[in-house]
């Protein structure tokens, strides 16, 4: 087992994939907000309309799947088939969980995607709430499961 | 309180702060990546050289800061005055503690920098190390202090 | 009267803007969207809920106001104080009405930050109902009004 | 019928196209921008060179083109083949015609490469010229013509 | 005498710039490309016209300038006051001369955006004249001369 | 022999590659940033750890990479399959020497992507350093070899 971003030297480097196959690659990742009752209430049911701040979270969380490689330095340029993002309220325990799934078919794994459409979906909601609390904390940002490619299925363990 | 980022009708706005006084203002956020002991062990001690893996996190955090307005939808473009992104190897507890503080003299607060640049830096260390470890978390992305405008000095209650 | 981004030879040029004055400029842009009228009403009332469709056209635009310099090569980089982007239907006439505000306190004006983001939200709204109307115009994409700046205030005639 | 960028809750999605066919897709958009004739004329024939203005609107239009899925949040990242961007001079009515052309090969049309082309074009040709005539309008933006993908050719009826 | 760029472990920083002043700098820097005689008589008097060749490369230039922060990790963003990219043909010795001139009211230096202009306008001319000459050489990327900020003024030795 | 960039009327354009064979294409591009001789001792062996200097320019000019066709204006947007720079130190000459290669299965080559490599590695390593060296000359930069597509291989001559 070795890390592949780095060569033999521990220098950073984009790894070749030029012989690897081309195939379906689907990966899930999940993050969730954590925040105070009132402001989940606000958001949810409360003084103000829901608005644009779920709405606004996931267009972000879209969005930001597709730079993936600009932020992430050893990440490939890929054409992205499909990218979705799902905000689901869980007011008992004042917390947004997000899910995010991204697909492609092509030659490098879209894992980075997902997780990176999650977290700035989660950066965006942190952003919109701000302003009536700023205690809240983006947890538990990981791999679900991914499909395709070399390395076969993941599935996280529960 | 009320949301600053959507209008009376619930509608996304980027908030005019025309009228806003410019002063310093520090943002301090940070986050932490768990991971099997394995894959701590590989970066810090183990059979390869630690080499650019934590470096790439770092710069990687430090550049995503500058793309904080390109990501997070109604955040203002500023131009910052500094960055750092600092990483822990915390291999007792196989975590590796990441702090990023952000610094600008303008109108509005840099926390989403600061937390965008925890949030990318944790995200290329998950990059560069899944090929051995694919169940790394990312937990407790956060805001840790910030001083500086007109809601004055927010300091995380430990 | 001269052409100010090209120069004596008529190469181009991003003009120095380094001696003029900071004050407040404001910029009101609008632009409108002529559809058929099955497709506004699907929009509006129809067979599906207004959803994401406009949220996604004003954030679109709001997003697209801080990409004005990438998009136009002369264009200084500036900081943005404020961005809004409203838009009205008017099932009437199957049109929605784009108007966009943009804000700075800088040495530049931000006319083409306004035109912007009016017509990233206009290509938006195409994007999301080209699927049932591809014949969709954009139409009179213009400046209606700026304040600020040596000159002086802009009012567009009716 | 119905829009294929939203869920059936409404909610914004980037569709999944990885069971679409890849084939060859050209999408033909338009727009022009009126002018005072004074503006045209010295961009034409006038006191100074035509200089760098059409070339800059030229440059800017297949540059944005490449931006397209960066500013639709919707919009899929493809490979582009080929753009180019026309601007024809109508001294006689006072405006600037502008046809913008996208080719690729790949799994989604370029409709929206070919509108953002176009439309990038006539917001730098107005940039170029706004210091002598505040008042020029973007006009008819529009797709002309697409052919491949399953929903076939579309020619726009005169 | 150190570097700034890193701290006292070595570790890349974007520093810390809140508390120096605010003052104009102006920077320049040059560079030359290298070319067979058929290539820039081609560009210059050949069989076909100069056209957009020399355009391109001056309007990249610029623009480059404007990313300078996205490409140089430790680079300050910063709002420009203006950008020019000079490009003289020498025939005699098949040399096409850049020179670009970066200009700000800041707290640093815009060495960084002079160069990037310059080799992004190089960069181009290679791009648009490689079908013909890809032994072109891109020679002597050097600052010029700086002008404002604590460390005064450099003029480079002739 | 012609231009392939420009039309018959010398306009600009980004030429149509969708008939032309996907293959495999390699470009290797170098460069060499010449420096004081205190100043390639600091980096490598002098009062300061080396640091991230190298691994900064080395993740730089991977990251640049990705840029080119945001930067080169006629380039087109491609999906690279691996990019590595690699900088030797040559303390005699006081040079540091840059070497990038760039892959991709598609339908231009890439010599663009590893010129943009090299540069913006030379151009981080002139940031790093140049709190003690402005007078750094980044030179010879040039495109090595390439492999792949109609035009066949090209290897520079000594």
Known sequence: MELSHVNEKGEARMVNVSQK???????????????KKETIQMIAT??????????????AGIMGAKQTDKLIPM??????DGVTVDLEMDEEHS????????TCVW?????MEAL??????????YDMCKAVDKGMVIEAVQLEKKTGGKSGT?????
Do not use: F
């Open 75 to 80: 990440c490939h340029n890929l054409p992205l």
């Open 95 to 102: 917390l947004v969980h997000i899910t995010a799934t991204a």
């Open 116 to 125: 990176t459409a999650a977290t700035v979906a989660a950066l965006t909601l």
């Open 107 to 111: 030659k490098t794994g879209v894992e």
């Open 154 to 158: 993941y599935t996280r363990e529960k």
């Open 46 to 59: 409360g003084q103000m309309p829901k608005g644009d701040v779920l709405a606004t979270a996931r267009i």
């Open 21 to 35: 196959n081309v195939n379906e690659r689907v990966a899930v990742a999940s993050a969730r907000v954590r925040m």
